[in-house]
T-cell receptor
């Protein structure tokens, strides 16, 4: 069974800081790597995803995948108080009966 | 126009009671999922389905039944509710392909079993 672990469990940063969140996985055949964000009292919502080694940037957010190291990360540039949320990483092997394997989450607080 | 809706949004029942949680998606997705979310445990998959009449067992299925009646509708049934099933329940839908696998979540149902 695939294992997905996130670090740190929680993080407090000042407004404007660079924030880095980490996710490790155990199945090297995994094909889909994603970050979801969940604001308090709301549903998780996909933030960014990547399917191949490398990096992808969307606005202030960058996702980086290193399959050889079984690791991917999310970097938030110029963190804002509105970024305060629970960040969940998810991994999947795309195929029949596909399902996501989730990390437990990193709770991020951005202080103004 | 929310693409995944859930009802009810809040439900209180007593131990031993019957509860049905409903989910409808208008994304035309084949896959639908039921999760529960509890502090310290993250999102845990209860059951999922890849089409009408299909049901797959998730990671925490004990005490839960599910039924997918149409492509749009997926139900979660608790026939003898217990306090351990007090939780926040999310439904989600998705499709899978070479470059897409995003899950879209409903707003959640908060269930309390007294």
């Amino acid at each position: 069974q695939q294992k997905v672990q996130q670090s740190p469990e929680s993080l407090i940063v000042p407004e404007g800081a660079m924030t880095s969140l980490n996710c490790t996985f155990s199945d090297s055949a995994s094909q889909y790597f994603a970050w979801y964000r969940q604001h308090s009292g709301k549903a998780p919502k996909a933030l960014m995803s990547i399917f191949s080694n490398g990096e992808k940037e969307e606005g202030r957010f960058t996702i980086h995948l290193n399959k050889a190291s079984l690791h991917f990360s999310l970097h938030i540039r110029d963190s804002q108080p509105s970024d305060s949320a629970l960040y969940l990483c998810a991994v999947a092997h795309v195929g029949d009966n596909s399902k996501l394997i989730w990390g437990l989450g990193t709770s991020l607080v951005v202080n103004p | 126009e929310a693409a995944v809706t859930q009802s009810p949004r809040n439900k209180v029942t007593v131990t031993g009671g019957n509860v049905t949680l409903s989910c409808r998606q208008t994304n035309s997705h084949n896959y639908m999922y039921w999760y529960r979310q509890d502090t310290g445990h993250g999102l845990r998959l209860i059951h999922y389905s890849y089409g009408a009449g299909n049901l797959q067992i998730g990671d925490v299925p004990d005490g839960y039944k599910a039924t997918r009646t149409t492509q749009e509708d997926f139900f979660l049934l608790l026939e003898l509710a217990s306090p351990s099933q007090t939780s926040l329940y999310f439904c989600a839908s998705s499709d899978w392909g070479l470059n897409y696998a995003e899950q879209f979540f409903g707003p959640g149902t908060r269930l309390t079993v007294l």
